[in-house]
């Protein structure tokens, strides 16, 4: 029987693509996020790629709404193989421009989102002893970035409960297994909606990636044992190089990351939605930057395929030195 999968996020961007990866195996999905009209919207194009779908429309900071997204997903395919927490909420601001109410609700989303869906799925995972929980995080989770002290602070959260969790697991000897996949600059429709108070649009900061390669990533996490997944050359660079010189990243940053993250020619409109509070009536896959986005990420195949390119390169060296014995 096809697996049953939960993507919380599934009205748009990521949440969205990961649905779409899911649907093409044939999965049985539960889409979550606040907006039917565009969970509807996603549910048809997950019909049409081959999958089953089930809209359950739920804010994720509310706990019980998420409770009954997973029992109406227990109840309609038998339980759940897979959970994929991706909803998601920022602000683009300094810190003290954004007021109290608007960081606590991008927190709940952000993090605690995340922690409501993980509760939920343990729920029904733990009594069979199997399952795979995907945390679909960020380099910023691992390097925070000026202008979204809200977000990333969430992202540092989510994987330091996952690091927490997945220990606990290993304790229990449970099968349940914890990922976390750290994303790059993502072409998403959240720069169109999220709360801004920046003069200009706000935009990924390159090197920019479609969905498509994150929800492959996140498809390929939740079934193999990794820790964490890092998606993108710049992700792993982001990652390793504040590891090695976080001071020398937080100069670069004072310096470049305001200009980085705001589109030069495209001023904010006056009437642009705001997402953080209610939802916008409105649903994509992909954000307005098509022209730059990548396709696809060498690092993301190399990892998907370590083990064949480790045995190549033996393969190669065996060989090498077969030759020099013979010579």
């Known amino acids: 029987m096809s697996e049953s999968v939960v993507v919380t996020g599934a009205a748009a961007g990521v949440g969205r693509a990961v649905a779409h990866a899911f649907a093409k195996r044939g999965a049985r999905l539960t889409l979550v996020a606040r907006d039917e009209s565009a969970l509807e919207c996603a549910a048809s194009e997950v019909r049409d790629l081959g999958g089953s779908a089930l809209v359950a429309p739920a804010d994720v900071a509310d706990p019980a709404q998420v409770d009954d997204a997973a029992r109406r997903a227990v109840e309609e395919f038998g339980g759940i193989d897979v959970w994929v927490n991706d909803a998601m909420a920022t602000v683009f601001a300094e810190f003290v421009d954004v007021s109290a109410a ?4 991008a927190t ?16 029904t995972m733990l009594p069979r002893d199997n399952g795979s929980i995907v945390q679909v995080g960020s380099a910023l989770a ?19 409960f996952s690091d927490s969790l997945r220990t606990e697991l290993m304790h229990r000897g449970s099968r349940v297994r914890v990922t976390m996949v750290q994303l790059p600059a993502v072409n998403t429709p959240q720069f169109n909606w999220c709360l801004t108070r920046l003069p200009k ?32 050359a710049s992700a792993v660079a982001v990652i390793l190089g504040n590891k090695l010189a976080p001071w020398l990243a937080d100069r670069y940053l004072a310096r470049t990351g305001y200009e980085s993250q705001q589109m030069k020619e495209l001023p904010v409109a006056a009437d642009r939605p705001a997402n953080l509070f209610e939802p916008v009536h409105a649903a994509a896959t992909r954000g307005i930057f098509d022209s730059v986005a990548k396709q696809r990420s060498v ?21 090498a030195g077969l030759v020099r014995v013979l010579r």
């Open 102 to 105: 608007e960081f606590k609700r």
């Open 299 to 319: 690092q993301l195949w190399a990892t998907m395929h370590r083990r064949t390119l480790v045995a190549t390169a033996a393969g190669a060296a065996a060989a």
């Open 201 to 232: 649009h706000p935009m990924p900061v390159p090197p920019v990636y479609q969905p498509e390669v994150a929800a492959e990533a996140v498809y390929w996490a939740a079934h193999h044992r990794r820790r964490e997944v890092w998606v993108g």
């Open 142 to 160: 691992y390097r925070a970035i000026p202008l979204q002290s809200a977000y990333c602070g969430a992202k540092f959260a989510v994987r330091g």
């Open 108 to 123: 709940e989303v952000t993090y605690l989102g995340y922690v409501h869906g993980t509760m939920a799925a343990l729920r």
